[in-house]
């Protein structure tokens, strides 16, 4: 059952931190999400080796990516001004005895 996988795994982001794909195969699962901060890249690690759900997480690669608001200022200017982002790759180790006895009831 992949639900309750995507659902432990939404649950545990924190604001401003979006999932941006994800695949799985019968004992992992792969995905790229999107960080503001190198912390939060930290914070989430934390949460998911915490999770009944999983056995290891395994980060394979952080790259850092602009995203550019575009903010008005007046009619005649704008300010574009840069936030940097963190897509951060991720291979997480299922917990098949857990997920066979059903996970969280």
């Given at each position: 059952?992949?639900?309750?996988?995507?659902?432990?795994?939404?649950?545990?982001?924190?604001?401003?931190?979006?999932?941006?794909?994800?695949?799985?195969?019968?004992?992992?699962?792969?995905?790229?999400?999107?960080?503001?901060?190198?912390?939060?890249?930290?914070?989430?690690?934390?949460?998911?080796?915490?999770s009944p759900y999983f056995?290891?997480?395994?980060?394979?690669?952080?790259?850092?990516?602009?995203?550019?608001?575009?903010?008005?200022?007046?009619?005649?200017?704008?300010?574009?001004?840069?936030?940097?982002?963190?897509?951060?790759?991720?291979?997480?180790?299922?917990?098949?005895?857990?997920?066979?006895?059903?996970?969280?009831q």
């Amino acid at each position: 059952p992949v639900s309750p996988l995507i659902d432990e795994i939404q649950s545990l982001l924190q604001e401003h931190t979006y999932l941006r794909n994800y695949s799985f195969n019968d004992i992992s699962v792969q995905m790229t999400i999107d960080f503001e901060t190198l912390s939060a890249v930290s914070n989430y690690v934390n949460r998911l080796e915490n999770s009944p759900y999983f056995t290891d997480v395994q980060v394979g690669t952080i790259s850092n990516f602009n995203v550019s608001p575009v903010e008005l200022i007046s009619e005649d200017e704008v300010s574009f001004n840069e936030v940097p982002r963190y897509a951060v790759t991720m291979s997480l180790v299922i917990d098949t005895i857990y997920m066979a006895l059903g996970g969280v009831q």
